[in-house]
């Protein structure tokens, strides 16, 4: 028969949705695919329950129905700092994942270079290869997963097309500083590449720091697509509800590869999270209040077993140090395995997200029920005893 794609041979599956299938299967804990365990505002699913009565149901505008457009525009705007237009600026997207692939498709051609750190999203590596484009891994150095601006400029030498940046970072939980993003700009501009942002976190930030968008810094607009999604923020994982904001020059092609590729979102789920896109200020403070609650409950609880940690800046992830309790000569991958046998806990093996030989760090999430996050801090105590070690 005829030879399939070679793309495929390049990566995997996704290792964190087996880790959630062996996490199903075990009946464990799952702290691998970031998803919450409690409810979306009642103002969202009280107005999804109206629409099931009265629709949409048919297909949206390609580009988004208008209403959800507008929502996001005015959204955006508020925290963004600029005017954005919903008819020539937005295209709703099946989550911010078709929003990256179609972005890299209408900003790449096959061949090109596009860099990205590394500890990096998963996705992203494959995607990148889904392009026939080339990867370019800039290390983000543990504990504190800073990067060096040499290293940094190097890859911009290479002739990169694009960066490829999450912010707040999957799955590192840094926040950039304003600093780091005005280099990282800077270089844009100087080497003449794009800054693909993924933002889906950017309302989970700790300890008064602050998300700046890369769209808004000197020179950036003209070279940016920010995507993000209603996923985190709104926790609705399961709706799929993206977006991607970008200039015209560049949201016409954008465009062109979602309507072909996607065709359009799901238009009930869009006409309900309005509402969503609607709140007030205080909802952003108290739904970051919540997730700084959730970061205390389970990083002071891993902080007291002793298992070592690198403190999130944002988003609900913790990468943690099991250096102690892999066996020599095992995988990362069959460590997290085990650990759902004997422990009854799920997490992601590191090697999953580092372009680097990482065998000792795994990626475990807190946005759950107190009570959620306890009976994990209960599977995760006492290792060495149910591990055998």
Not at 70 to 95: L, N, Q, S
Not at 119 to 140: G, R, S, W
Request: with cysteine; net charge negative.
């Amino acid at each position: 028969m005829q030879e399939l794609s070679r793309r495929n041979a390049q990566f995997t599956e996704s290792v964190i949705r087996r880790m959630t299938r062996i996490s199903i299967a075990k009946n464990a804990i799952n702290l691998a695919q970031g998803f919450p365990d409690f409810d979306p505002p009642k103002a969202i699913t009280d107005r999804l329950k109206e629409v099931c009565d009265q629709g949409p149901h048919q297909y949206a505008i390609t580009m988004g129905a208008p209403n959800f457009r507008r929502a996001i525009a005015k959204k955006c705007e508020h925290f963004m700092g600029r005017a954005i237009d919903p008819e020539t600026e937005i295209v709703c997207t099946i989550g911010s994942t078709e929003a990256m692939v179609d972005t890299l498709f209408a900003l790449t051609n096959p061949g090109d270079k596009v860099a990205l750190f590394s500890p990096y999203f998963e996705n992203y590596h494959a995607q990148i290869i889904m392009c026939d484009c080339t990867p370019v891994y800039i290390p983000l150095i543990p504990p504190t997963y800073r990067f060096d601006a040499n290293v940094l400029e190097d890859a911009f030498k290479e002739g990169i097309k694009a960066i490829l940046i999450c912010n707040p970072s999957n799955p590192s939980g840094r926040v950039f500083t304003y600093d780091e993003l005005k280099l990282i700009a800077d270089l844009c501009v100087k080497y003449d590449a794009y800054a693909i942002m993924d933002e889906v976190y950017e309302h989970i930030i700790y300890d008064g720091r602050k998300h700046v968008y890369m769209n808004s810094l000197p020179g950036m607009w003209e070279r940016t697509v920010s995507c993000s999604s209603l996923s985190k923020t709104y926790s609705i994982t399961g709706w799929r509800l993206g977006y991607a904001i970008a200039p015209r020059h560049l949201m016409d092609r954008i465009k062109q590869y979602h309507d072909f590729n996607a065709v359009g979102a799901a238009s009930p789920l869009m006409e309900a999270a309005c509402v969503g896109l609607e709140m007030p200020d205080s909802y952003y403070e108290e739904f970051g209040a919540h997730y700084a609650h959730m970061k205390d409950v389970f990083c002071g609880g891993m902080r007291d077993l002793g298992i070592q940690f690198s403190e999130p800046e944002g988003t609900y992830f913790v990468l943690a140090d099991f250096s102690e309790f892999v066996k020599k000569g095992q995988s990362d991958i069959e460590f997290c395995e085990e650990l759902v046998d004997k422990a009854g806990i799920a997490c992601v093996p590191g090697s999953s997200f580092f372009k680097e030989n990482v065998n000792n760090i795994c990626r475990l999430h807190f946005a759950k029920k107190d009570e959620t996050l306890y009976k994990a801090l209960d599977c995760l105590s006492d290792l060495h005893k149910k591990l055998g070690r």
